[in-house]
């Protein structure tokens, strides 16, 4: 059995988390670790969790919780990761970090778009981006996994194929996305209550989203080059689900056909990318409480242009899935156990 412990389990991420490792057949949950509820069982957090995970909580700082388990989920706000992934490695254990630390590969560009310092150049060269579909090779080697952020996830894998295959007009890329409140975390905030949100949407993170560099980063990745993109993130009134559309100018003139044949070469062996029929567009219900990701592909001949579509559930292929998806691999399990699932609905 994998030993595992949540530091930051008492967020939307960190539950969601605890809620798909008590279904792992392969996985013991020995800690969870928490800034607000320290010493109180963790079914009374989340009285879902009666009869099912009722340990106590212990603060994110006992070492207990690094001690005693195989690999360690960091589901901790920006900026507490790093001095607590350095203790993880020293022991020897794995790390799979939901929050934003470890994503980016310059200790510069973090501190210009988080406002705050994190780890050094020589901490981030230990981390891989886990994002399965792109560096499965290097993940299952890894000790520290940076897990990918919600918006990204959509928008890297709808665009990858295009990017890879250098289709596109690297230089035109407008991205529209749309998230569930749950993105915003569980802390008290004004503009999450429901009040605020309810019969309500708008536009937010304007003119710098802090998944901007994040984006670019892992684009440019795939495509060996520079990018740049427009980005602009909307809050919906719902609790979860995120939707991104991602316009593109062609750069030769291709039919219907010819693009969905290269998404499904590209993903053909992909467990959790699934591309729509012609002319069908997939919702956010599709994929609830799924680690699916949906991708609904349309080519305006007339105009050149093309349209993705790509769908998911924030909290799990957006994060929690992901992060349990990477813990597959590293430790070489069918990289589906735990994650096989239908959408609720309605």
């Known amino acids: 059995m994998i030993k595992v412990s949540i530091l930051g389990a008492t967020g939307y991420t960190g539950q969601e ?27 009374h957090v989340y009285p879902n969790f009666r009869g099912v995970l009722e340990l106590p909580c212990k603060g994110i700082y006992d070492p207990e919780l690094i001690t005693k388990a195989d690999v360690i989920f960091l589901a901790l706000p920006h900026g507490f990761s790093a001095p607590l992934v350095e203790k993880i490695i020293e022991q020897g254990k794995r790390v799979i970090d939901l929050g934003a630390d470890f994503r980016l590969k310059s200790p510069e560009i973090y501190a210009e778009w988080y406002k705050t310092v994190g780890p050094t150049k020589e901490q981030l060269a230990k981390a891989v981006y886990g994002l399965p579909e792109i560096n499965r090779e290097k993940i299952k080697t890894a000790t520290v996994i940076a897990n990918p952020g919600c918006y990204p996830t959509t928008i890297i894998l709808g665009l990858a194929p295009l990017l890879k295959q250098k289709i596109i007009d690297k230089n035109f890329i407008i991205i529209d996305s749309k998230s569930g409140v749950s993105g915003a975390g569980r802390s008290l905030n004004l503009t999450s209550l429901f009040c605020e949100v309810n019969e309500d949407f708008k536009a937010y993170g304007l003119p710098r989203h802090r998944h901007t560099p994040e984006i670019e980063q892992e684009l440019g990745t795939v495509a060996g080059e520079e990018i740049q993109v427009t980005f602009t993130p909307h809050l919906l009134p719902m609790s979860r689900g995120m939707l991104s559309t991602i316009y593109a100018v062609l750069k030769e003139p291709l039919g219907f056909a010819e693009i969905e044949q290269l998404y499904k070469e590209f993903y053909k062996d992909e467990p959790f990318i699934r591309i729509q029929p012609r002319g069908e567009f997939p919702h956010t219900k599709w994929v609830l409480g799924t680690n699916y990701c949906d991708i609904g592909i349309n080519v305006d001949e007339r105009t050149g242009r093309i349209t993705i579509i790509s769908v998911i559930d924030n909290l799990v292929k957006g994060a929690s899935g992901q992060a349990l998806q990477n813990m597959n691999i590293m430790y070489g399990l069918d990289e589906t156990l735990g994650l096989t699932r239908v959408a609720l609905y309605p």
């Open 17 to 43: 988390l605890a809620r798909m490792l008590c279904q792992h057949p392969q996985v013991e949950i020995v800690g969870l670790g928490t800034q607000n509820y320290v010493e109180q069982s963790f079914a």
